[in-house]
């Protein structure tokens, strides 16, 4: 069965400072991932995806996450972050064959001026 | 390119009373999604629509929630009776399926029972 962690659920850095969020998933197959933002009050909208290829994929907002089939993982990373980022990040996994996409249940990012 | 529309953005309602919820997907969009997001929790999947047949609905509560897609565009969620744990914001989203299971997802319908 499909299933997501986000083994963090809450995470304050200063601004300026790198980020990393940590996502674990559990799928049969390849897999579809997934990192979407939502802003308190906001729908959610997509960072980045990976489908197949470099591992290493690039999104908006100057976020960037790495594929790791060994490990699971598809943590999400910025080098340097804005107060902007403050925000709810879902890592999600889906596949082919109309696979559902199931989210995790989030990590919440605080920013410090 | 239009987004995921649904409606209404806001709903309060009391207990036991009933409510509906619409969505009009992305054009060309074959897979249709209903999440509910509880506050301070990720989007829990309730039903997975291909076209107009549905592909999951495990997680559905069917004995107060339906679903329906009517001619594999439009889709309606109803709550009856709806209880004070319904209490979410509920989620429509698209995908272009099988070939891109990327999801677009629309503002949400705030739901409040009380």
């Known amino acids: 069965a499909q299933s997501v962690t986000q083994p963090d659920i809450h995470i304050t850095v200063s601004e300026g400072a790198s980020l990393e969020l940590r996502c674990n998933y559990s799928y049969g197959a390849t897999p579809y991932l997934f990192w979407y933002v939502q802003s308190p009050g906001q729908g959610l909208q997509l960072l980045l995806k990976y489908f197949s290829g470099d591992t290493l994929v690039q999104g908006i907002k100057g976020f960037e996450a790495e594929f790791k089939r060994s490990q699971s993982s598809f943590n999400l990373r910025k080098p340097s972050v804005h107060w902007s980022d403050a925000a709810e990040y879902f890592c999600?996994?889906?596949?082919?064959?109309?696979?559902?996409?199931?989210f995790g249940p989030g990590t919440s990012l605080s920013v410090i001026p | 390119e239009a987004g995921v529309a649904q409606s209404p953005r806001y709903k309060i309602i009391e207990k036991r009373q009933s409510v509906a919820f619409w969505c009009n997907p992305i054009s060309g969009h074959a897979t249709l999604y209903w999440y509910q997001q509880i506050l301070g929790q990720g989007p829990k999947l309730l039903i997975q629509?291909?076209?107009?047949?549905?592909?999951?609905d495990s997680q559905l509560p069917k004995d107060r929630f339906s679903a329906e897609r009517l001619k594999g565009v439009d889709s309606t969620l109803k709550i009856q009776p709806a209880k004070l744990e319904d209490s979410a914001v509920y989620l429509c989203?698209?995908?272009?399926?099988?070939?891109?299971?990327?999801?677009?997802f629309g503002q949400g319908t705030r739901l409040t029972v009380v």
């Open positions: 989203a698209s995908s272009f399926g099988d070939r891109d299971p990327e999801a677009f």
């Open positions: 629509f291909q076209n107009n047949g549905v592909v999951d």
């Open positions: 999600a996994v889906g596949g082919t064959s109309y696979d559902k996409v199931i």
